[in-house]
T-cell receptor, first 113, second 114 residues
Framework: NAGVMQNPRHLVRRRGQEARLRCSPM?????VYWYRQLPEEGLKFMVY????????ESGMPKERFSAEFPKEGPSILRIQQVVRGDSAAYFC???????????FGPGTRLLVL | DQQVKQNSPSLSVQEGRISILNCDYT??????FLWYKKYPAEGPTFLIS?????DKNEDGRFTVFLNKSAKHLSLHIVPSQPGDSAVYFC?????????????FGKGMKLTVNP
């Protein structure tokens, strides 16, 4: 049973470009969460999705950030017009349901030049 | 507003001894608590969890203790091994309105010396 997959593992973008981060949950998991980790900080919740639905996006910045989890395919975290402050590690986690353990992927390290 | 605090940034212990990692929280609404271990350039790996209705959970060398009145939990690793050297994150789960999220501490770096 493969774990949570994230790609790319590393992503370099120039200011103003778009970044797309992908997450494939563990088999049998229908709940996906995105977290961001800034240097020397803990992980911060961004958004919680189930298939085709955003359940909670209270941790997402109001502008430039969006997330989706389509019926088919991976979950996508999209950052438009990236700025240097978006440089961070972005982790995806999945679980089979509410109050079930969340398992994390290896993360995507975004660097904005 | 840091709801989950790991006040010690690092801990160094000798192989074979006990490692005690501490975590304090402020929100009484947390449902359960988890510990994750993280190596550089990897994602957090789940270690052990405890429900808010329990005071102890044990899994092999890892034991988590929860003191609800003090809003404090701790992770005990015994005996510690060099492979345990990593950053450990304490996390708390909060469920509200059909949503669940984890709130993480800043992490603590454990070094186990051979």
């Amino acid at each position: 049973n493969a774990g949570v997959m994230q790609n790319p593992r590393h992503l370099v973008r120039r200011r103003g470009q778009e970044a797309r981060l992908r997450c494939s949950p563990m088999k049998g998991h229908s709940h996906v969460y995105w977290y961001r980790q800034l240097p020397e900080e803990g992980l911060k919740f961004m958004v919680y999705l189930q298939k085709e639905n955003i359940i909670d996006e209270s941790g997402m910045p109001k502008e430039r950030f969006s997330a989706e989890f389509p019926k088919e395919g991976p979950s996508i975290l999209r950052i438009q017009q990236v700025v240097r402050g978006d440089s961070a590690a972005y982790f995806c986690a999945s679980s089979p349901g509410l109050l079930e353990t969340q398992y994390f992927g290896p993360g995507t390290r975004l660097l904005v030049l | 507003d840091q709801q989950v605090k790991q006040n010690s940034p690092s801990l160094s212990v000798q192989e074979g001894r006990i490692s005690i990692l501490n975590c304090d929280y402020t929100n009484s609404m947390f449902d359960y608590f988890l510990w994750y271990k993280k190596y550089p350039a990897e994602g957090p790996t789940f270690l052990i969890s405890i429900s808010s209705i329990k005071d102890k959970n044990e899994d092999g060398r890892f034991t988590v203790f929860l003191n609800k009145s003090a809003k404090h939990l701790s992770l005990h690793i015994v005996p510690s091994q060099p492979g345990d050297s990593a950053v450990y994150f304490c996390a708390a789960s909060v469920t509200q309105g059909g949503s669940e999220k984890l709130v993480f501490g800043k992490g603590m770096k454990l070094t186990v010396n051979p």
